[in-house]
């Protein structure tokens, strides 16, 4: 029942009234909401996808709030902790979406810490110098842009919303990196140096967040067919490379591909093998920095539980005093 | 019937989210979070909903004092107005070309 939901012609099978309208929502581009009947094959593939997202958001403030403290001026620190305190929004937003699902948010905390979850590689990268802030806006976040835009008409009405908020704030977050890369182009020799071995890190990883190419990736096709997905893999990457080649000139930046090209009869950038092994290895946990991005959520959620637990003291004694006043 | 996200293996309750975005307009649900009163579900309803100045006033409400319909009954449940479309001013056709009508 889950592995389809086009019937074989061939051979009828009998779909309960419920499957035909879940059907029928997305056949007319609808929406399905939380309490509508839907297959679990559905309901799982969301919950794995909203509360990656959710993790990678959350993850995500890591390698940015490395540079909080060391913001070159009293603008750009405000600007990148707006950014981060944008980043844990995120995360709420998207952990509120998968709830809707019956995914609780303590399942998925502990998955994330225990190391169950998955969460975005290009969050395992480190964050040696300050153009790191301008290539993640612009790079990372560009791509982010890329993939999330499409994700607004996603079928799942509560994720559609979140993306949408989501969306809206990503921009300024692409922008302020851009601008970052601007200033540090325009700057002294050793500054322009700085920006391009930035980007010369990041670049990559970038291309690699949309994911394997469309012949490796198994649950595309479902995703596509529900309408989670609305672009495959290669084609959001190569929608993000065209609107990037433009950009790094202007930064007057050399995108790290020596394969890159503009192929005239398709009108399109194309580039050079993106190097999956390292995708692989970084996927697998082994990358520059996963053990010590997880380490420090670990370290975070448990340190904080003090908080919590406070909390919920104060939240029932204030209760039982209501109570006691309605009472007497 | 109860809401999406509310479950009893949360620690905190769910709150739903309504904010106005100016003044002569009304509150709309913005999304839901999670807190453990309502002093605390306002103050993260303010930075998680309104770091843009999305909104002028901010309403929490506890999921699970929202009263909804049947989901499954929504064929019949919405089934009154059907067929009752004089109930629209478009039903009116004969008054077309008389102005201020």
Redesign the interface.
Same mark, same amino acid.
């Not at chain 1, 909401?33 to 509508?36: G, I």
């Given at each position: 029942m889950t592995s389809t939901i086009t019937p074989d012609m061939s051979a009828p099978v009998a779909i309960s009234v419920e499957e035909q309208q879940f059907n029928d929502l997305i056949e007319a581009d609808s929406r399905i909401?939380?309490?509508?009947w839907m297959p679990e094959g559905y309901r799982k593939s969301l919950v794995r996808q909203i509360s990656q997202h959710a993790h990678s958001e959350i993850i995500g403030m890591q390698p940015e709030s490395n540079w909080i403290t060391r913001a070159p001026s009293l603008k750009r620190k405000a600007i990148l902790m707006?950014k981060v305190?944008?980043e844990a929004?995120h995360g709420?937003?998207l952990y509120?979406a998968a709830?809707?699902?019956?995914a609780?948010?303590?399942?998925m905390t502990d998955a994330l810490i225990a190391g169950k979850a998955r969460y975005s590689s290009i969050f395992n990268y480190p964050t040696p110098s300050w153009a790191d802030m301008g290539s993640i806006g612009w790079l990372v976040d560009g791509a982010a842009i890329c993939n999330q835009v499409p994700l607004c008409r996603a079928s799942y009405g509560?994720y559609g919303?979140?993306m949408v908020?989501i969306c809206k704030?990503e921009s300024f977050h692409q922008r302020q990196g851009f601008e970052i890369l601007l200033e540090l182009m325009q700057g002294t020799d050793e500054q322009r140096q700085m920006a391009q071995d930035s980007v010369n890190r990041w670049y990559w990883p970038a291309l690699m967040m949309f994911g394997p190419p469309d012949d490796d990736s198994p649950n595309s096709a479902q995703s596509m067919a529900w309408k989670i997905k609305r672009h495959s893999n290669d084609e959001l990457r190569q929608r993000f490379v065209n609107m990037l080649v433009p950009q790094a000139a202007v930064l007057g930046v050399t995108l790290p591909d020596p394969d890159l090209h503009f192929n005239e009869e398709t009108q399109q950038w194309d580039l050079g093998e993106i190097d999956w092994t390292e995708f692989h290895e970084v996927l697998a946990g082994r990358g520059p920095n996963n053990a010590q991005r997880l380490q420090r959520r670990r370290d975070a959620h448990e340190d904080g539980a003090w908080v919590?637990e406070a909390?919920?003291a104060?939240?029932r004694k204030?209760?039982a005093r209501t109570e006691e006043m309605a009472a007497s | 019937?109860t809401t999406? &996200?509310d479950?009893a293996?949360?620690?905190?309750p =769910?709150w739903e989210v309504f904010v106005r975005s100016n003044r002569g307009l009304s509150h709309v649900h913005v &999304?839901?979070?999670?807190a453990?009163?309502e002093t =605390?579900a306002v103050r993260n309803a303010r930075?998680?909903y309104t770091?843009?100045s999305e909104g002028v006033s901010v309403w929490v409400v506890p999921a699970a004092a929202i009263t909804?319909s049947d989901?499954d009954a929504k064929g019949a449940f919405f089934e009154s107005p059907a067929g009752k479309n004089y109930r629209h001013a478009s039903y009116y056709s004969k008054s077309e070309g008389v102005k201020h009508l």
């Open positions: 909401e939380p309490r509508d707006a305190q944008d929004g709420l937003y509120s709830q809707t699902l019956g609780t948010r303590d399942d509560p919303r979140a908020r704030e919590r909390a919920a104060y939240a204030q209760s | 019937m999406p &996200g479950s293996a949360e620690i905190w =769910l &999304g839901s979070l999670h453990p009163d =605390l930075d998680l770091r843009r909804t989901p």
